[in-house]
């Protein structure tokens, strides 16, 4: 069975920076791309990140883009999400999401519980 | 890039259908066969009901189909189910890099 466990969400002062965790478990970790999405209270889906199998390609989107990194060690089965400047927007809860990828298209087919990330005004 | 555009809400009654629209762009929705949707019920994660536009994951009830034309994508549950009450998010890949997705601003279902 899949397993993504997220840690590392809390309340952090406006400027300051966490680091997420996303433990993965039940496949083969360093075969799959990887991806951060987050959920502000009450909002949609946003898409803030991803890093390929091997780490060699991220992608970030505007909102975060100098401000958060995506990582992973492969030895560990673990992916991080290295975020500073942290601003009250950032607000969310964070979901570590694996992607499936068949020969024609890739989708996001396993979600962890999420990780809540509170930046207070 | 842009949020693909959902219709903030959608209802029907027990049994019958309800159709949610996700419009994007040529170069997202329009461009490639990566339109999913997610069903997500209050407090919980996302789950994956459609893929590659029109494929069910295994276990996800044939009452659940997907569609595309041009840049708008369409996700239809029959039968409605009590159970279907919740919000539902398109999302597609969106070029430029491989790992660049973009979802749906979100539609709330209610079961009358």
């Known amino acids: 069975e899949v397993q993504l466990e997220e840690s590392g969400g809390g309340l952090v002062q406006p400027g300051g920076s966490l680091r997420l965790s996303c433990s993965a478990s039940g496949f083969t970790f360093n075969t799959y791309d990887m991806h951060w999405v987050r959920q502000a209270p009450g909002r949609g889906l946003e898409h803030v990140s991803g890093?390929?199998?091997?780490?060699?390609?991220?992608y970030y989107a505007d909102s975060v883009k100098g401000r958060f990194t995506i990582s992973r060690d492969n030895s560990k089965n673990t992916l991080y999400l290295q975020m500073s400047s942290l601003r009250v927007e950032d607000t969310a809860v964070y979901y570590c999401?694996?992607?499936?990828?068949?020969?024609?298209?890739?989708?996001?087919?396993?979600w962890g519980q999420g990780t809540l990330v509170t930046v207070p005004s | 890039q842009s949020a693909l555009t959902q219709p903030p809400s959608a209802s029907g009654s027990h049994g019958q259908s309800v159709t949610i629209s996700c419009t994007g762009t040529s170069s997202d929705v329009g461009g490639y066969k990566y339109v999913s949707w997610y069903q997500q019920h209050p407090g919980k994660a996302p789950k994956l009901m459609i893929y590659?536009?029109?494929k069910r994951p295994s276990g996800v009830p044939d009452r659940f189909s997907g569609s595309k034309s041009g840049n708008t994508a369409s996700l239809t549950v029959s039968g409605l189910q009590a159970e279907d009450e919740a919000d539902y998010y398109c999302?597609?890949?969106?070029?430029?890099?491989?790992?660049?997705?973009?979802f749906g601003t979100g539609t709330k279902v209610t079961v009358l």
């Open positions: 999401v694996r992607t499936y990828c068949s020969s024609t298209s890739c989708t996001f087919d396993n």
């Open positions: 590659e536009v029109s």
């Open positions: 999302s597609s890949y969106a070029g430029s890099n491989k790992l660049n997705y973009v």
């Open positions: 890093v390929s199998n091997n780490g060699g390609s991220t």
